[in-house]
């Protein structure tokens, strides 16, 4: 059993209040993503406790992946560097937690969806500093390109679990 830490669901509501405390609500409309709820989904505390059989440590980083489902949202995905060595295995593991079937290419570097309800945005590597409060979000994935950067400081900065925190996106 997969067990998940560190998920806390935003909410339409949640990010309008956000937009309309720092004056941008007027920019709702013209982000893609802003119809969706988003989930901060972090296996740092499944790998570290569950594999190493410690705690997390204060600064960690990996890869991540930005998911799309059409029907229920946007969900930002982060692995620590042990967990998973592509991109493409965050992929299959997220799929198997929510039974989305799909398929590895030859080389195990692709994770193909079959569920066409269900894509990826693309991907990057990510560190966090809890006793910074800061999380950096960089780079991209080979084999499925560069996450979609607009309006996602905004979005995750209404997840509970990084309120307080400085968030920055690499270009």
Known sequence: MLILYNIRPVTIKQ???FCQKKGHLDEAPLFDYYKYDMEFIDYSDYYYRTQLKEPPPPERSGKFVQMIDAKSG???????KGLCSYHADIVRLFCKQ???DGLYDN????????DKQWSVAGGGKWSIDDGRRTLRLYGYSQAYGRFDDKGLIERLSCINTLS????????
């Open 164 to 171: 307080g925190y400085d968030i920055s996106i690499d270009t």
């Open 107 to 114: 080389e195990h570097k692709f994770f193909e969806i079959y």
């Open 74 to 80: 946007e969900f930002i995905v982060l692995s620590p």
């Open 15 to 17: 990010w309008a209040t």
């Open 98 to 100: 929510k039974s989305v």
